[in-house]
C-alpha cells in the first residue's frame, strides 16, 4: 500500500468530522461541517435536517465534494483526503438501518430507529457515493512550497 493511501485510510478512520461542499441551483457555494461516519465502501453518512442549506442544495444538485483534513497537527504539516461524490438524502428504512448502524457505532452507540428519520420527523440520513479520492502533498519549487494533489484509489 502507498504511503498516500495508507495515510488516507488512518484520516479517514480517525477523524470524525468532514467538511461538506455544495452548491445551491444558482451555483452560490455552501460548506458545512457534519460529523459523519463511514462503510467497508467508503460511502460516507451523516444526520442533518432537511432545512439545513447543504440538505437543501444536496436536493438540487448531488454533486458535492468532501474534506477530511487532520487539522490536530503542527502548522504546515497537516494532511486531507479530498472526495468527490454524489450524495442523497435517503428513503428507504433498509438503507437508513445501514448507515445508522455506522453513524452510532463509530462512537460506540446503539443505533436508532430508521423511522426516527422518515415522515414528520426533523432530521434526515444522507449519504455520499464516492467517486474519486486525493491527498494533498507539497512540493517545493524555486524554495517554496506548493500545494499539490495525488489522486488514490482507495476502492
Given at each position: 500500500?502507498?504511503?498516500?493511501?495508507?495515510?488516507?485510510?488512518?484520516?479517514?478512520?480517525?477523524?470524525?468530522?468532514?467538511?461538506?461542499?455544495?452548491?445551491?441551483?444558482?451555483?452560490?457555494?455552501?460548506?458545512?461541517?457534519?460529523?459523519?461516519?463511514?462503510?467497508?465502501?467508503?460511502?460516507?453518512?451523516?444526520?442533518?435536517?432537511?432545512?439545513?442549506?447543504?440538505?437543501?442544495?444536496?436536493?438540487?444538485?448531488?454533486?458535492?465534494?468532501?474534506?477530511?483534513?487532520?487539522?490536530?497537527?503542527?502548522?504546515?504539516?497537516?494532511?486531507?483526503?479530498?472526495?468527490?461524490?454524489?450524495?442523497?438524502?435517503?428513503?428507504?428504512?433498509?438503507?437508513?438501518?445501514?448507515?445508522?448502524k455506522y453513524i452510532?457505532?463509530?462512537?460506540?452507540?446503539?443505533?436508532?430507529?430508521?423511522?426516527?428519520?422518515?415522515?414528520?420527523?426533523?432530521?434526515?440520513?444522507?449519504?455520499?457515493?464516492?467517486?474519486?479520492?486525493?491527498?494533498?502533498?507539497?512540493?517545493k519549487i524555486n524554495?517554496?512550497?506548493?500545494?499539490?494533489?495525488?489522486?488514490?484509489?482507495?476502492?
Amino acid at each position: 500500500m502507498n504511503k498516500f493511501l495508507k495515510r488516507a485510510k488512518k484520516i479517514i478512520a480517525e477523524i470524525l468530522y468532514i467538511t461538506i461542499a455544495t452548491t445551491s441551483k444558482d451555483g452560490q457555494p455552501w460548506n458545512s461541517p457534519v460529523y459523519s461516519a463511514f462503510d467497508q465502501e467508503y460511502n460516507f453518512f451523516w444526520i442533518s435536517s432537511p432545512n439545513s442549506q447543504h440538505s437543501r442544495n444536496i436536493k438540487e444538485n448531488s454533486r458535492v465534494a468532501l474534506v477530511i483534513y487532520d487539522s490536530s497537527v503542527a502548522e504546515g504539516t497537516g494532511e486531507g483526503v479530498y472526495i468527490q461524490a454524489k450524495a442523497d438524502e435517503l428513503s428507504n428504512e433498509s438503507e437508513i438501518t445501514h448507515a445508522l448502524k455506522y453513524i452510532y457505532g463509530r462512537i460506540g452507540k446503539s443505533p436508532r430507529l430508521a423511522s426516527e428519520y422518515l415522515n414528520q420527523n426533523p432530521r434526515r440520513v444522507y449519504k455520499a457515493i464516492p467517486e474519486r479520492f486525493w491527498m494533498n502533498t507539497d512540493e517545493k519549487i524555486n524554495g517554496h512550497h506548493v500545494d499539490k494533489r495525488v489522486e488514490i484509489k482507495i476502492i
